[in-house]
């Protein structure tokens, strides 16, 4: 099995910055793509920033303001979100994709952390 714990959410005032870390652990091989994922109240779970070797994809919302990168060492994934929004606010949910000692290969979801964009 795989563990994603995520940290670094919290309450930011419209324009600031954050940034968010998942550290995924387990009895992990390899990992083809890491990424976020957000969720508001009312709202359908959408896409926010993914990596995969080496490549980047974003939503529309956030490109230029968000950024997604990954070490890979500590099969960690970072989202630097600067320029904050009230329409940013949600729950962000790190995943990955990950191959195990097992030969399973599948998708893990961490617990979710809490964006508030608020004045």
């Known amino acids: 099995q795989v563990q994603l714990v995520e940290s670094g959410g919290g309450l930011v005032q419209p324009g600031g910055s954050l940034r968010l870390s998942c550290a995924a652990s387990?009895?992990?091989?390899?990992?083809?793509?890491m990424g976020w994922y957000r969720q508001a109240p009312g709202n359908e779970r959408e896409l926010v920033a993914t990596i995969s070797g080496g490549r980047t994809n974003y939503a529309d919302s956030v490109k230029g303001r968000f950024s997604i990168s990954r070490d890979n060492a500590k099969n960690t994934v970072y989202l630097q979100m600067n320029s904050l929004k009230f329409e940013d606010t949600a729950v962000y949910l790190c995943?990955?994709?990950?191959?195990?000692?097992?030969?399973?290969?599948?998708?893990?979801w961490g617990q979710g952390t809490q964006v508030t964009v608020s004045s």
């Open positions: 387990g009895s992990i091989v390899s990992i083809s793509a």
């Open positions: 995943y990955t994709r990950a191959l195990l000692s097992s030969h399973i290969i599948s998708t893990y």
